[in-house]
């Protein structure tokens, strides 16, 4: 069982940059996806979470209107499309799982890390010029 997050990368102020977190060994469509961040120094953030169907979803303050969550069950992916990336950004990125009883998607779903039961390794991203 496991979580990959891959798709980071160097990307210059204003650019865009897509996520995906694939899984192995089960089938995402059951689970609530989160996507979570770490800078350096800096405690874990979430970002964004979405429903197993897909159907709602939920982003933080500080990326709503630039990120967006998405998720393709029949490739067994979830994608977190970052658009007008700024410098405070940088974070190695994290994808997680949580049960679907777990949790609400809403605001509990970028806080609650602690519900998430499998976690990918995470990508860097770094927004830099």
């Known amino acids: 069982v496991q979580l990959q997050a891959s798709g980071g990368g160097l990307v210059q102020p204003g650019g865009s940059l897509r996520l995906s977190c694939a899984a192995s060994g089960f089938t995402l469509d059951y689970y609530i996806i989160g996507w979570f961040r770490q800078a350096p120094g800096k405690e874990r953030e979430g970002v964004s979470c979405i429903s197993s169907s897909g159907s709602s979803t939920y982003a933080a303050d500080s990326v709503r209107g630039r990120f967006t969550i998405s998720r393709d069950n029949a490739e067994n992916t979830v994608y977190l499309e970052m658009n007008n990336l700024k410098p405070e950004d940088t974070a190695v990125y994290y994808c997680?799982?949580?049960?679907?009883?777990?949790?609400?998607?809403?605001?509990?779903?970028?806080?609650?890390?602690?519900?998430?039961?499998?976690w990918g390794q995470g990508t860097l991203v770094t927004v830099s010029s």
């Open positions: 997680a799982a949580a049960r679907p009883g777990a949790l609400r998607v809403g605001a509990q779903c970028i806080r609650a890390a602690w519900e998430y039961i499998f």
